[in-house]
Structures are given as structure tokens and as C-alpha cells.
């Protein structure tokens, strides 16, 4: 009976009808993603076929930059003196690394790094994107190498990269003047602004590596690599080269700037030889020096330390450093007198030790007691006869003195191709007021006639006025860069400068005064006199010295007596041959004491070493 009744109740029509419409929503479906699966093959593989064979090719294909090689650096006779050398380094991509923290500690197994490195490295990757590489160390040495390429395959998206590291072959001999270049920082990427320089490891940070950036960089190229999937460079598809950097040739001559370091022996101070008729820097020194290949890689805590030494090794003294002229200010203080009309050579002064103002009890005094009594021009600057320049300034007067010097160039950078040139003090009634909120004085003129007092002069502002008075009356740029070259077989390019500026006007002038400076080195009188001694030419010159303590009261001082950093400080200027100069010396001996003594001597075999047949040559 129950059996019968469950019979009952089942109806098969009504199951049968269920399962067909069950079946044709279940094929329905089934027809309608196979046409979502059809439209959606037919989307990605013809539709959007360029877009993900693209996507593809980028997956498959990396662009590697290709770093140029730097331009190299030469002297006026084509000595090297910036060189590259190849080296190593090692990169790492950060977005094809899965844990930093561990890849740095594993790589720090097999490579040595400190904590400036890996501070470097973090500081830059935050500046970098995920995609580019990132330098951790640079320069490994072979056993590095060696042990980085056994264990390779412990290191996705960790790379070592040949490239050319710079070479200073010369050491400090020229670091005040090429420079040095230096890993770059966040600021040097944000500077350089185009995305494509974040490949560069190094820039210019001193001298004519920094002023010729632009020149010595290039342009970077790169290539096309293939890779595996995990990321491993298989081969080279394409390549786009990068266009190496100009090769620079200087003015400056390395021979004459050896010669110009030992004529120093050992003491601190700044020196300058240049081409009156061009402008052309053949040598500069500043004393003491550094070692700018300390510099490339990143320079160690225990050698910058050393380098903050009060002797201040790094600090350029041509263009950054100033002191007062002293008396290499008088040639000028002459010329100014003669273009203005108040004075002759045949004018007489009479030196009795002392000169006074009207009306004032203090006397300024010349370096002779009892005066050098009648003097004229000649004589003036033989003898470097203080009062003769103490009465001229004050007739002139402080605002034509002003002006006059103020064309002259003094106050304003000269413009040479270096960094950071100072432009000096010129006093005037202006500055004070400017910089002191004072009125100007009649015994300020006095003090600036033989250049003290507020004076501020560079040792390049010197070179370049002493060149004016060797050329002619005619004043050149000085410059250190002489020609370009845009690859090992293109021509040089003479670099082009701007045109001299005659500023005396009557060569009359310019003669007497010279004649006063030949006298001050080779006439009976003459305060250099010492230093010509034995010469087989003739110079003009001037020396100068800078008191660093004053007097008192009638006190005189013998200043080679004083303690080391009270001395005075030495200056001499002159040129050679003095009938038709080809060089042009600036001297500057910190602590000299006097610049008959110490910096006059300097200055001779400064211009030996430049004017008679030299030694054997050991420099190349």
C-alpha cells in the first residue's frame, strides 16, 4: 500500500520536462562563455595584439644605460693629466630584489662595505626609481670580483658593471686647478634634471672638471638585452652607443707648474704665471695641496680629517683667498697719477720718513728711517717709497682712486673658468658706508695708497692687472681652457675668448712706470735687487709685504722675528723680458715676512723656469 502510494506521487512527465530545461540553461551557459572565452581570445590576440606583444617584449627586453666615457684632460703639450681606468662596480635593481635587508647583509659576506656605503646606497635608491640600478660599491678589487661571480646565482638583480673610473696621474700637482670629480648625490641628480643622467655615478665637484660638466660628461646611450625570466642577460639585441665626453686641452703647462710647486719649498702661499698677450693661465698653485684621487670613489673619514688641517689644503688661494696688495699696489697707484695728469716722471717728492696729514699729529711712515729723501717716479717704486704714494693718493683723492682702479678690474671677478671666484674689496666711501656704516677718512686714502687697510685682492686679480701692464695697457680674460677636441681623430677647437680691452691710453705712462719696476730689480736702489741677482735677462717687478700686526707707537720690527702666524704677509708681481714680456708672475707667500726675502726669489725661478732652456724633462 505504501509502495503504491509513493508510485503515485511521482510523475515523470514533470521530471523529464525539468531535466530538458536544466540541460539547455546548463548548455546555454555553457555557449555563452565559450563565446565570452572566443571574444576575449579575439580581443588579446587581435585586437590588442600590438599592445600586449609590446607588454611582452618589455618583459623580455630590458634597456641597459650605456655610461660615456669621460673626457680626458691634457696640458698645453698634450701631457694627460685626467685619465680613465677601467674598474668594477657593483648595482643592484631594487625591484628585482625580494629582500633587500638579506641580499645586503649576504652581499656584505663576500664584499667589504662600511656604513658610508651602505648610507650612500639607501640615500640614492630613495631618489632612484625601482627600475633603475643603484650603485652600492665602486672599485672592487679582484678577490671581490671573484668571489661575487661564484656566487652569482644567491644574488637576482644584483649586476657587476665594468666601467672607466678617473685618474688624476699628477696627484696634488694640479688639483687647485682640474679639480676632481665625485659620486653623485641627490642634489647632483635633482641639478641635472634630464631622467637619463640617473645612470651617471660621477660628476664634476671642483675646478675644470666642475666648470666643464656640460663638455666632459657626453651623452648616455644604451642597450637593448635580453633576458630569461629571472631576469639574466642573455644577449644584446640593440645598441645605441654613447657619445664620449670632449677631451680638454689647457693653457697650463705641467713642467713650469712642477717648476713653480718646488721654488716654493714647502711653505704655503699661492702663485700665478701667465700670457700677458692672451690671457692664458701657463701655471697656478695653491699651496699646500691635496690629493684630488682621494676624492673619486668617496673620500674615508680619517683622510678628510687630515685635509681640515689649519694649513686648509683644500682651500684654493688664487680665486677664493684674498689679502691686502701692499706694495704691489704702487705701479698701479703710479699709472693712475700719470693717466690723471698730476703727476710726471720727472716729478719729485722729498721722503724724510714721515708723512702727515694737515692738521693731524700722526705720522705714517716709510719703511727706511730718516726717508729716502728727493725721489722721483723712478725712484718711487725702486725704492717702494711709501710717502711719495701717501701724497699722490691724497691729491687724487679716494673717489678717482675708486674709479680708476674700479676699470682696472680690482672689486670684480675676472671670470676665469673656475668656480667660486671671490670678487676682493676695492675700498671706496661706498663700501664702508655699505659694509661698516662709517664715513670714509682722509687717513683711509693714506692706508690704500700702499695697499693696506681694507684692501681685499686675489693673487688671479693681481695676475691679471700685472698681465695689463707687460701687454701694452691691454687687458685679457685669464683662462684656463685652450682648446676642445670631440674625439680621438676630430680636430682641436681653439677656444674662443673675448677681446682684449686697452685701458692705458698713453704708452708714455705705461713706459715710466715700467722702467720704475725694471729699476726696483735691477737698479743700484732697487728693493728686488737680490733676487735679479745673476740673471741673464731682465724683469720687471714688484715686490710687497703685508703687515699682520701694526706698530706701536715708534716701535720697528724686524718681521721675520715675529711668531709664524703674526709674519707678514709676501707678495711680489713682475714679467720677463721686460723689453718684450712673454710671462707675467704673481707671488703670494703666506707668512713670508717680506717680499724682497721670500717671495721675490719665488718669482725668479717662476720665470727661469719658463724663459731659459730647460732640464732633462722626467714629467711625461
Not at 502510494?5 to 555557449?31: C, M, P, S, Y
Not at 671677478?413 to 671671490?422: H, K, R, S, V
Not at 677636441?485 to 692705458?504: H, K, R, Y
Amino acid at each position: 500500500m505504501r509502495s503504491l502510494r509513493r508510485t503515485k506521487l511521482k510523475n515523470l512527465h514533470a521530471e523529464a520536462d525539468q531535466f530538458r530545461r536544466r540541460a539547455f540553461v546548463g548548455f546555454l551557459a555553457i555557449a555563452v562563455a565559450m563565446l565570452g572565452l572566443a571574444a576575449g581570445y579575439f580581443r588579446l590576440q587581435v585586437l590588442q595584439h600590438e599592445e600586449y606583444q609590446l607588454r611582452s617584449e618589455a618583459n623580455r627586453i630590458k634597456p641597459r644605460p650605456i655610461v660615456p666615457a669621460r673626457g680626458l684632460i691634457y696640458d698645453r703639450n698634450g701631457r694627460l693629466l685626467a685619465d680613465n681606468v677601467p674598474a668594477y662596480r657593483l648595482e643592484i635593481v631594487a625591484e628585482q630584489v625580494r629582500d633587500l635587508d638579506a641580499t645586503l647583509a649576504g652581499l656584505s659576506e663576500l664584499v667589504e662595505l662600511d656604513e658610508e656605503d651602505l648610507a650612500r646606497f639607501r640615500e640614492t635608491r630613495r631618489a632612484t626609481r625601482s627600475f633603475r640600478p643603484v650603485p652600492l660599491k665602486l672599485r672592487l678589487s679582484e678577490g671581490e670580483l671573484a668571489r661575487l661571480a661564484v656566487n652569482r646565482h644567491r644574488f637576482p638583480g644584483v649586476e657587476v658593471v665594468p666601467y672607466l673610473t678617473r685618474r688624476y696621474p699628477y696627484g696634488d700637482l694640479f688639483a687647485h686647478v682640474i679639480g676632481y670629480v665625485g659620486r653623485v648625490d641627490v642634489a647632483d641628480l635633482e641639478a641635472m634634471g634630464d631622467s637619463r643622467n640617473a645612470a651617471l655615478t660621477h660628476i664634476g665637484k671642483a675646478g675644470i672638471e666642475r666648470f666643464y660638466e656640460d663638455r666632459l660628461r657626453g651623452e648616455i646611450g644604451y642597450e637593448e638585452v635580453e633576458t630569461n625570466v629571472e631576469g639574466r642577460a642573455l644577449g644584446v639585441l640593440r645598441r645605441h652607443d654613447a657619445k664620449p665626453g670632449n677631451d680638454l686641452t689647457l693653457t697650463v703647462d705641467a713642467r713650469l707648474q712642477q717648476a713653480m710647486v718646488d721654488a716654493f719649498e714647502g711653505q704655503h702661499g699661492a702663485a700665478i704665471a701667465i700670457d700677458p698677450k692672451t690671457g692664458e693661465i701657463l701655471g697656478m698653485v695653491s699651496l699646500p695641496s691635496y690629493d684630488p684621487n682621494l676624492f673619486i670613489n668617496g673620500i674615508g673619514h680619517k683622510d678628510w680629517q687630515a685635509l681640515q688641517a689649519p694649513a686648509r689644503p683644500l682651500f684654493n688661494r688664487n680665486v677664493l683667498g684674498g689679502v691686502p696688495p701692499g706694495s704691489t699696489i704702487k705701479p698701479f697707484m703710479a699709472l693712475a697719477a700719470l693717466e690723471a695728469g698730476i703727476r710726471t716722471p720727472q716729478y719729485e717728492t722729498l721722503s724724510t720718513g714721515e708723512f702727515f696729514l694737515p692738521g693731524q699729529s700722526r705720522g705714517y711712515r716709510d719703511w727706511r728711517p730718516g726717508g729716502h729723501g728727493r725721489v722721483n717716479l723712478r725712484e718711487s717704486l725702486a725704492q717702494s717709497v711709501n710717502s711719495y704714494y701717501f701724497e699722490l693718493a691724497v691729491e687724487l683723492g679716494v673717489d678717482r682712486l675708486d674709479e680708476y682702479f674700479d676699470r682696472l678690474g680690482f672689486g670684480h671677478p675676472t671670470g676665469i673658468d673656475l668656480a667660486g671666484e671671490i670678487p676682493g674689496v676695492r675700498p671706496s666711501r661706498a663700501w664702508k658706508r655699505r659694509q661698516l656704516n662709517q664715513n670714509w677718512f682722509p687717513g683711509d686714502t693714506v692706508n690704500a695708497a700702499i695697499g693696506q687697510g681694507y684692501w681685499v685682492t686675489t693673487p688671479l686679480q693681481m695676475a691679471q692687472a700685472t698681465g695689463l701692464l707687460a701687454n701694452g695697457g691691454v687687458r685679457h680674460r685669464p683662462h684656463l681652457l685652450k682648446a676642445t677636441q670631440a674625439g680621438f681623430n676630430a680636430p682641436l677647437v681653439p677656444e674662443p675668448q673675448p677681446p682684449g680691452v686697452l685701458l692705458v691710453k698713453n704708452p708714455a705712462d705705461l713706459a715710466a712706470v715700467n722702467e720704475g719696476m725694471v729699476a726696483a730689480m735691477h737698479g743700484p736702489t732697487g728693493s728686488g735687487r737680490g733676487a735679479a741677482q745673476g740673471m741673464s735677462y731682465q724683469m720687471a717687478g714688484k715686490t710687497g709685504t703685508v703687515q699682520r700686526v701694526s706698530r706701536r707707537g715708534t716701535e720697528r720690527m724686524d718681521p721675520n722675528q715675529l711668531p709664524y702666524h703674526l709674519r707678514h704677509q709676501a707678495w711680489f708681481i713682475g714679467f720677463a723680458p721686460a723689453e718684450a714680456p712673454t710671462v707675467a708672475v704673481v707671488v703670494l707667500v703666506e707668512h713670508g715676512g717680506s717680499g724682497a726675502r721670500a717671495a721675490a726669489p719665488i718669482g725668479r725661478r717662476i720665470l727661469d723656469a719658463w724663459l731659459l732652456p730647460p732640464p732633462e724633462d722626467t714629467t711625461k
